[in-house]
């Protein structure tokens, strides 16, 4: 079993940047893939960031690409979503999540993750 902690969050204005951490316990994280999703209030779940397990691989949604830079470090148990150029439509409810058998290639579909934290509000105002 894996516990997922995010943190970070909060309200910023446009242009404004973040670092979002996702702490986990209870086994060791190197073998799962990560990924950050995101849901603003009516929408659906998005898919916003992954990353494998041994940090080679990483892959972004069209939206933050080039803004958002996901990491990972082992030693710590924890990755991290490094947000950069806020925009209002970032705002949402973020989540970390863990894939096992993720370590050489992550997932951008929600469905192959095996665990979710509780979330984090990031809150951009124009």
């Known amino acids: 079993q894996v516990q997922l902690v995010e943190s970070g969050g909060g309200l910023v204005q446009a242009g404004d940047s973040l670092r979002l951490s996702c702490a986990a316990s209870?086994?060791?994280?190197?073998?799962?893939?990560m990924g950050w999703f995101r849901q603003a209030p009516g929408k659906e779940r998005e898919f916003v960031s992954t990353i494998s397990g041994d940090g080679g691989s990483t892959s972004y949604a069209e939206s933050v690409k080039g803004r958002f830079t996901i990491s990972r470090d082992n030693a710590k148990n924890s990755v991290y979503l490094y947000m950069n150029s806020l925009k209002p439509e970032d705002t949402g409810v973020y989540y970390c999540a863990a894939r096992r058998y993720g370590y050489v290639r992550g997932s951008r579909l929600g469905n192959d993750y095996d665990y979710w934290g509780q979330g984090t509000q990031v809150t951009v105002s124009s």
């Open positions: 209870g086994r060791t994280l190197i073998s799962y893939a």
